[in-house]
């Protein structure tokens, strides 16, 4: 799909790959919505990029919705949607004072799966009115998966379990919005040099980094952009989930 004058959103947009994948869709031509919960961030990299900024809690009916009317309003169409909001928590399923709380593994598997089928499913509504280019595609769809799908480690049972659930959905969503010109694909990335891992001290990332097979670093938000870009761009890749790791495989711990 051609990027210039089209409309996208960018949920988790305010950082990381959110924000790295923002600007370079801004930088190719498109029209972009930055979604994210944090305002004063998302209105920033909004403003940066010449779009708009929705406040979104992406597990939240209403919130999303609230964000796909914006962008009617705005722009009159979707045709580009970026699912990068997430969180990330470690904690075994028994420790030393017993099992983990249910609520906390339903937090995460509501915001980070339950949250992506939400703005997946309202994003693909509105794709779906828009006139099929000479193609026959009226939209793409980019989820973000996670290396924890397929090799999750102790105490990211959690987090390892929404992930896969985005791998999961990544082939029958795509099938099922065929019909209306509507491709479907998902990155697993591996370790990125995120806000989440910047808190760490630079030894720590330096040893995490090291684990990577080649290149031998944290990878860079503006690669995962770039293959979500790629993605948008290349017409025959759908139903896919691409790992972006270096050749990175996970140990138990």
């Not at 280019?133 to 290396?147: K, L």
Request: glycine share 12%; charged share 20%.
């Amino acid at each position: 799909m051609d990027l210039a004058g089209r409309a996208a959103l960018v949920t988790g947009g305010a950082s990381g790959l959110g924000e790295a994948a923002a600007r370079l869709l801004a930088a190719g031509g498109a029209r972009v919505a930055v979604l994210d919960r944090n305002a004063e961030l998302g209105a920033r990299v909004a403003s940066e990029c010449g779009g708009v900024f929705c406040e979104t809690d992406v597990a939240s009916e209403s919130s999303v919705a609230a964000a796909i009317e914006t962008i009617r309003a705005t722009w009159g169409a979707l045709h580009i949607a970026v699912n990068c909001a997430g969180i990330a928590t470690a904690k075994r399923m028994l420790g030393k004072e017993g099992p983990i709380a249910l609520g906390e593994f339903e937090k995460v598997i509501t915001v980070n799966l339950v949250g992506t089928f939400n703005v997946c499913r309202l994003a693909a509504a509105l794709m779906a009115k828009n006139e099929p280019d000479a193609g026959g595609e009226r939209g793409v769809i980019v989820n973000t998966a996670s290396i924890a799908a397929y090799e999750g480690q102790i105490g990211q049972t959690a987090y390892a379990a929404s992930k896969a659930g985005i791998v999961g959905l990544t082939l029958p969503m795509a099938r099922e919005l065929t019909g209306l010109g509507i491709r479907v694909c998902a990155i697993a990335p591996g370790l990125f040099d995120t806000p989440l891992l910047r808190a760490l001290p630079e030894k720590v990332r330096v040893e995490l980094g090291a684990t990577v097979p080649h290149p031998a670093r944290l990878g860079d938000p503006a690669e995962f952009a770039a293959l979500a870009r790629h993605i948008v761009d290349n017409r025959y890749m759908n139903g896919e989930v691409v790992r972006l790791d270096g050749a990175l495989r996970m140990p138990p711990r």
